[in-house]
């Protein structure tokens, strides 16, 4: 069965930091790329960022300089270092899972249940 779980949310001050996790199971994760995604209230989910399986990343404009992906195969685990975090930046959190490295969801197969990620001023 094909898993993927986040953990790591919480509620932190604007100008603090998060780090996501995103554990996977059930599949060659090696293989895939692997994106962040985030919905805020009232709003549609919006790409964030991606890993793909060659370490390739990208972000979006919003988090640039701000936002690190990164990966360790070994524990089948993506991380998002999150910094200087935003009020607009809370939202629910998902990782997800794609055979191609692509920010649209629509390309994602398997997604985990999100984390929630609160951000005060």
């Known amino acids: 069965e094909v898993q993927l779980v986040e953990s790591g949310g919480g509620l932190v001050q604007a100008g603090g930091s998060l780090r996501l996790s995103c554990a996977a199971s059930g599949f060659t994760f090696d293989d895939w790329t692997i994106g962040w995604f985030r919905q805020a209230p009232g709003k549609e989910r919006e790409g964030v960022s991606l890993?793909?399986?060659?370490?390739?990343?990208h972000y979006a404009d919003s988090v640039k300089g701000r936002f690190t992906i990164s990966r360790d195969n070994t524990k089948n685990t993506v991380y998002l270092q999150m910094n200087s975090l935003k009020p607009e930046d809370t939202a629910v959190y998902y990782c997800a899972a794609s055979w191609v490295e692509s920010m649209y969801e629509n390309e994602y197969d398997y997604w985990g249940q999100g984390t929630q990620v609160t951000v005060s001023s």
């Open positions: 890993i793909s399986s060659e370490k390739g990343t």
